[in-house]
Structures are given as C-alpha cells and as structure tokens.
C-alpha cells in the first residue's frame, strides 16, 4: 500500500510547488503603458548634470512589470547641454525596482542615458558617470523606426532608439 502512495504523494507535492509558482511568474509580467496612464507616469521634466531639460513626450515609453514596477525613458530637449553632454545624454531612464538591461543588472534609480555610435546603449548616473553600458541589437526589419520607442516581443520588452534595441526584464 505505500509503495501506490509514494507516487500520489510526488505528484501532489509537484502540483502544489507549481502553484505556487505561478503568482511569482505573473508578478513579473510586463504590459506597456499608454494614453493617460502613460501622460500620468511621465515626468515632465528631468534633472541631469546641473540642468533641468523639457520631456518629449511623443518620445517617452514605459513599462509596468506585475502590478506596481515601472520602467519609464522619455528622451529630453538637450539644446540648453554643452555639445559633449549632448553627445553622450540623450534623456531619463527611472526603474522603481531592480532590472537588467542586455543581461546587466541596474539597482532601482533615476538616471541618464544615450545611445552611442558604436552600438552601445549607456546608463548615467546623474552626475554624468557611465554605471552601465551594453551592446544593442539592429533590427533591419522594424518597418517604421521611432526616435525612442518600447515594443513587446514575446515576454520580452525591447526600448528602441530607431532601429536599435536592447531588452529590459524585471529582475
């Protein structure tokens, strides 16, 4: 007779961890934010090295994962930056929970960004100092680039600047 419950309770105890489980993954779910939610989120303006730049709206996105995590990037009007500023910063990148980017691990925080020449993306901190730099991926199929977008690709949420993307997920 126990050997016949010896599976039973195997089973039972799989079910159970399953369930378990899936609260966690849905947790983690990304969805893109839109219209008012998205106005709501949006800075309208953000600190960077000593000077406050005017958002562009048209060229913000954000992304919630689970209920209450938010990525937001909204790009900046740099014309009041020196040109080496504007070479590096192109605007605000805020996570409200840790999360990688290309795979790097970036704390909770308000940040910098800009994308560079040699296909890196670059998170600044606010005075300026590189804290994460990773490789972008081209996608030479996206039919109508955008100067700064987000876009959903399976579970994965991808921030593009035109062509060029990298992939964020909650950590």
Do not use: W
């Amino acid at each position: 007779m126990k050997r016949q419950q010896t599976p039973l309770i195997i089973a039972l105890a799989l079910l159970v961890a399953a369930a378990f489980s899936l609260p966690v993954s849905a947790q983690d779910r990304a969805a893109l934010l839109a219209g008012a939610e998205l106005t709501r989120i949006v800075p309208s303006g953000f600190y960077f090295q000593g000077q406050s730049a005017p958002t562009q709206m048209r060229n913000s996105a954000a992304a919630r994962f689970g209920t209450n995590r938010f990525v937001i990037v909204g790009m900046v009007d740099t014309s009041g930056y020196s040109a080496e500023i504007r070479a590096r910063y192109e605007g605000f990148f805020i996570t409200d929970s840790a999360i990688t980017i290309g795979g790097e691990a970036l704390s909770p925080g308000a940040y910098g960004f800009g994308f560079s020449k040699e296909g890196k993306l670059n998170i600044l901190d606010l005075a300026g100092n590189e804290v994460l730099s990773v490789a972008v991926t081209n996608d030479k199929d996206l039919r109508r680039p955008r100067p700064l977008s987000m876009t959903m690709s399976g579970t994965d949420v991808r921030l593009y600047r035109g062509r060029d993307y990298v992939v964020i997920a909650a950590k």
